[in-house]
């Protein structure tokens, strides 16, 4: 053979095999398939390589954005998950639950482009929840500046809560943790383990149900709360739906209105992580009773509420994440609250997932945010 056919050979055999290693790497996933109780299902993965997000919210153009812990807002365009983050987000103070967290769009975003940010603000007293407002212009967060600081501040980690989600009205409902402090969420003179409502600027609704208490803090909307991670609001009914993480045992899922107390820790399902009391009693006249709860724990984060047309038998269902590392947890919960007590069915057992953040695209089909180390964002849809 001569040299020139036997280079050509070897050129040919060695583009051959680089093309079946291309074929090889580029193979799709498997795509997981389901059966629920009332539909064929199956979960695509929209993109990976997140970074422990945190939430997510849909443009009018199509595109999403996902928060994660470490501060960056990612953009996903057309399918895939853009290089640069948006500029001009708040520092954050990013260390174990804390960082950027929730994000949402203003009722009238497609006028006024104002986007709303959850994040650890770090000061003197430790650490604290904050709102941030700015407006988003292509890739950058322009004027953003920080409407609401909760005197929330403490030097424990985590328990921050810090989900927000606009009424009907235009205000906003903003969550806080009791920081692992307990106490503070019945104390009506601070922040604490509270649900919040503000107008969209930051300042107190005059109709607030403690507005004219001088003992509490006017922007409190709801006391009693310990981790409180998942929050929806109908938006035919205007009900809204709370979840928040218990201790040892006792999250719960909780219907809100404004001027209740829901009880923690004066009444909780839920021990210390060491096994001890936190109180003997389950239940008080005056405190309100969760809808359902959960000993052992799920650990509850993210939660939306189905109205869309793709799954008709799921109108009006919630959809709760949960994230326990056991057999209770890492899965998706469907509620039927039409029922009582209501029916749950439990979906997305395997491969075992913790599941950060639900919603509902504009599409009617759901997205679930992980969290867990291969990151991913996912889409339930009809098989």
């Known amino acids: 053979m001569s040299r020139r056919i036997l280079l050509g050979v070897l050129i040919v055999g060695a583009l051959s095999i680089v093309a079946i290693a291309v074929t090889i790497g580029s193979r799709p996933e498997p795509v997981p398939q389901f059966t629920t109780e009332h539909y064929a299902i199956r979960i695509v993965t929209v993109v990976t390589r997140l970074t422990h997000p945190w939430s997510l919210a849909f443009l009018p153009d ?8 470490d501060g960056a807002l990612r953009r996903i365009h057309n399918g895939a998950l853009q290089r640069r983050s948006i500029a001009g987000t708040p520092r954050v103070h990013s260390t174990g639950q804390e960082g950027l967290l929730d994000v949402a769009l203003h009722p009238r975003f497609a006028q006024n482009h104002l986007l709303y940010l959850t994040y650890s603000k770090e000061g003197p007293g430790g650490t604290t929840i904050a709102l941030a407002r700015g407006k988003l212009e292509g890739d950058v967060l322009q004027d953003v500046q920080d409407i609401f600081v909760a005197d929330n501040w403490s030097r424990q980690d985590g328990n921050i809560g810090s989900r927000i989600a606009f009424r009907s009205d235009g205000t906003l409902l903003m969550t806080t943790g009791e920081r692992h402090e307990q106490r503070p969420a019945q104390d009506p003179s601070n922040h604490s383990g509270k649900i919040l ?11 607030n149900p403690f507005a004219a208490m001088p003992a509490y803090r006017q922007e409190i909307f709801t006391l009693g709360h310990r981790n ?39 009444v909780t399902y839920g021990r210390n992580y060491d096994g ?3 109180s003997n009693e389950t239940s008080r006249p005056g405190m309100e009773e969760p809808l359902k709860y959960w000993v052992p724990s799920i650990a509850p984060s993210g939660l939306a509420i189905y109205t869309g047309d793709r799954f008709p038998k799921w109108r009006d269902n919630l959809f709760v994440g949960a ?19 209501p029916h749950i069915e439990s979906m997305l057992k395997s491969p075992p997932r913790r599941i950060r953040d639900v919603r509902e695209g504009p599409d009617g089909l759901l997205y679930l945010l992980t969290d867990e180390g291969d990151d991913r964002l996912l889409r339930i849809e009809p098989r």
């Open 323 to 341: 994230m326990a590392r056991r057999d209770v947890g890492t899965q998706l919960y469907r509620i039927d609250i039409s029922t009582t007590p």
């Open 228 to 266: 409180p991670q998942g929050l929806a609001i109908h938006p035919t009914t205007g009900v809204v739906y709370e979840t928040e993480h218990g201790p040892l045992g006792g999250d719960e899922l909780n219907v809100i209105v404004g001027g209740k107390n829901y009880g923690f820790p004066t």
């Open 197 to 207: 409502r503000l107008r969209d600027d930051g300042s107190v609704p005059p109709d």
């Open 62 to 69: 199509g595109d999403m954005l996902v928060t994660e812990r």
């Open 276 to 278: 001890s009391s936190i």
